[in-house]
């Protein structure tokens, strides 16, 4: 009986001394083994979350390139259509006509629709 008492003194004393924990010796407990299960689901659950994380970070950043690209092709675009409307007006299509040596002349006149 003696012996049993010393036994549980003994195990009692081991789990709360601290070499006990830094051993491992707290994994067997059946209470950890019980939950790892649960501890496995969590670390999977910790790497889909980084790793969902991760890719939105990266499609964030595509998203930020592809808006800054966008914008400077926006630009260009309002630049060569005001260049384009720019070279329609009549001036200067009589400038032009004059620069190419072509002998055109504008019309002073209005011209008739019919009906």
Known sequence: ?????????????????????????????????????????????????????????QKINEITVLKDSLQTLEYQSLFLSAEITGHKKRSQLEVMVEQMGLDLKMLNTPTIEIK
Request: net charge positive; proline share 2%; with cysteine.
């Open 1 to 57: 009986m003696k012996t049993r008492r010393n036994t549980k003194k003994q195990l009692t004393s081991k789990k709360t001394s601290l070499i006990y924990y830094l051993a491992g010796g707290i994994l067997t407990e059946e209470f950890i083994i019980k939950q790892i299960p649960m501890f496995i689901a969590i670390v999977v659950v910790i790497f889909v979350y980084i790793g969902n994380r991760y890719s939105c970070h």
